[in-house]
């Protein structure tokens, strides 16, 4: 008995090839279970080829030749496997209470029902989920209509929908999003356009030179970086999402990833893309792209001192000087102001369009009256409403007074640099002078990790 289940668990998993099958022979499994619970019957092998078969089995075996549309794409020997195991489990599952003596021992058949609930189980969890039916939406990829279960709807094309299943295919442009639509929407009601523009500057479906990476390549890349080939076949992806038609990442793509700060002329945005530019021709290609994120995500201390030691030396001289530290401190003080802003006015908007001034106010402020045209200057208006109590935009007065403060704290930290380096005025701080300091104090390696990866 326990040979028998062993073998029709392998004859399961080699017919059901894909998880798609897996879950229509569970479907069809459904049944069976609850022949056998009903029922209650004893084990019954299953029929030699040719005898003649119970009503229920032909009945069984009626509804796996109806999903063949649904497994249409699937082989035809698959399918042959996935329907003898059906049958062969029918057999099992009513045996739950009934032991046999295989080589001595006794088995309890339970071990076949557990199978079955595993299955059942799966088939209920699916069905539940293929209860919702997204009416007048059709599948772009199998042309399945109405797509049940969860609707994926692409974001950046007019009108483009995948069912579940062809989703994991992967077969659309990769540099388009996806809305997951669980709950179905009125069929009339469902947007017919792009519901916002493209997030990638690239096109993986862009006719450009760009070629599949090669196996050679990632080999190569492996070796210099510290990434495995799975991560490096999806940065891969991930570029060719974000280059141009010349297969390379340019300047403003770069600027375009940096978000609120792109506009900014800044020294630490500049550093940064020559630290991607590793072989300083204006651009980053795929090598530079990996080299570059293999530092800064899983680089270690050593590496990551060097190349913010790098990104001190404006001048390449191998050594810094006290207005090398002063400028780039101060051009990272300037993004970090930049991104606090950003989140503050980000914030600051929020909290306009959820105030509800109307709290505290009588009944009679409810209703609608002509507004005196006697009353004076009128406050400033925010979105409609007046600006909230306590919060009359004080934050533009606020950065003059933190920069002022910043630039004094600035030069103080750099000349308590140099003197903990024992350097004197005019003196050039070597590596190994700022390597040993930087471990000492973490600021100095804060403008390198302060933007994360960029990409």
């Not at 996806?178 to 929407?185: E, R, S, V």
């Not at 479906?205 to 196996?215: K, N």
């Not at 340019?250 to 500049?270: A, E, H, I, Q, S």
Request: glycine share 6%.
């Amino acid at each position: 008995m326990k040979e028998t289940v062993q073998n029709v668990v392998a004859g399961f998993c080699v017919g059901a090839v894909s998880v798609g099958m897996a879950v229509v022979v569970a479907h069809r499994l459904r049944w069976v279970h609850f022949v056998a619970v009903e029922s209650g019957t004893n084990h019954k092998p299953e029929p030699e080829r040719g005898s003649a078969r119970s009503a229920s089995e032909v009945e069984g075996a009626t509804q796996v030749i109806q999903a063949e549309d649904v497994l249409s794409r699937e082989s035809a020997q698959a399918l042959n496997e996935a329907r003898e195991t059906i049958l062969t489990l029918r057999a099992l599952g009513g045996a739950d209470q009934v032991t046999e003596d295989v080589g001595g021992t006794s088995i309890n058949s339970a071990e076949s029902q557990n199978i079955l609930n595993l299955l059942y189980n799966i088939a209920e969890d699916q069905a539940r989920k293929e209860g919702y039916v997204h009416r007048g939406i059709t599948c772009n990829i199998c042309s399945n209509s109405p797509v049940c279960g969860t609707r994926y709807k692409c974001g950046n094309c007019v009108d483009y929908d995948v069912c579940e299943r062809c989703e994991p295919l992967d077969i659309h442009d990769k540099s388009h999003m996806f809305i997951k639509i669980t709950i179905p929407l009125p069929p009339l009601a469902s947007p017919r356009a792009a519901l916002f523009k493209p997030l990638f500057t690239g096109s993986t479906a862009r006719d450009h030179s760009l070629q599949p990476i090669s196996w050679s390549h990632v080999k190569r890349l492996q070796k210099i970086t510290h990434f495995d080939h799975f991560e490096l076949e999806a940065l891969y992806e991930q570029y060719r999402c974000l280059c141009d038609q010349d297969a390379v990442i340019k300047r403003d793509t770069f600027n375009f990833c940096l978000g609120p700060l792109g506009t900014l002329n800044n020294l630490v945005l500049d550093r940064l893309w020559q630290f991607y530019d590793f072989n300083d021709d204006g651009v980053i290609d795929f090598d530079d792209f990996a080299k570059g994120l293999s530092v800064l995500v899983k680089g270690t201390q050593e590496e990551k001192t060097r190349f913010a030691f790098q990104g001190y030396d404006i001048e390449k001289k191998n050594s810094l000087s006290r207005e090398n530290l002063t400028k780039l401190l101060k051009a990272y003080f300037q993004v970090s102001i930049e991104l606090v802003r950003d989140v503050v006015k980000a914030c600051e908007e929020e909290m306009m369009l959820n105030f509800d001034d109307s709290q505290g106010k009588p009944v009679s402020a409810l209703f609608n009256a002509p507004i005196p045209s006697n009353t004076g200057q009128q406050g400033s208006m925010v979105n409609g409403k007046p600006p909230i109590p306590g919060n009359p935009g004080a934050t533009k007065n606020m950065w003059p007074v933190m920069e002022a403060m910043s630039q004094d704290a600035i030069e103080e930290m750099v000349d308590n640099v140099f003197k903990d380096a024992k350097l004197e005025l005019g003196d050039r701080m070597s590596y190994q002078a700022f390597k040993e300091l930087s471990t000492i104090d973490s600021s100095l390696m804060s403008w390198f990790d302060a933007l994360g990866t960029v990409f």
